[in-house]
């Protein structure tokens, strides 16, 4: 079993920067991947970044490639997720999630463990 708890939200104007924090405790083996969704009221979860955990390979959607930057800290048991040049489309309930699959997968679905999420909101 692996709890995820997620930190770093808050509340920006355009253009800044945060950095999102998620911990598990529990195991996070060598084949997981870890990843990043966020959620606006009334619409669907959408993926963000994702992890794996032993290469540290990396996957974005178009919409943040090149502003949001997903790392983690094995000896910490967390992942990251930089966000730059924050855009007003950006805000939403941002959730930490971990897969057991040993492919990457963009879908809700293929995720195991969830977060309970922290708020981004990006208002000018």
């Known amino acids: 079993q692996v709890q995820l708890a997620e930190s770093g939200g808050g509340l920006v104007q355009p253009g800044d920067s945060l950095r999102l924090s998620c911990v598990a405790s529990?195991?996070?083996?060598?084949?997981?991947?870890m990843g990043w969704f966020r959620q606006e009221p009334g619409k669907e979860r959408e993926f963000v970044a994702a992890?794996?955990?032993?290469?540290?390979?990396?996957f974005y959607p178009e919409s943040v490639k090149g502003r949001f930057t997903i790392s983690r800290d094995a000896a910490k048991n967390t992942v990251y997720l930089q966000m730059n040049n924050l855009k007003l489309e950006d805000m939403g309930v941002y959730y930490c999630?971990?897969?057991?699959?040993?492919?990457?997968?963009?879908?809700?679905?293929?995720?195991?463990?969830w977060g309970q999420g922290t708020q981004v909101t990006v208002s000018s």
């Open positions: 999630a971990l897969s057991k699959s040993e492919y990457i997968s963009y879908h809700t679905g293929s995720y195991d463990y």
């Open positions: 529990g195991t996070v083996y060598s084949n997981d991947f």
């Open positions: 992890i794996n955990w032993r290469l540290a390979k990396t």
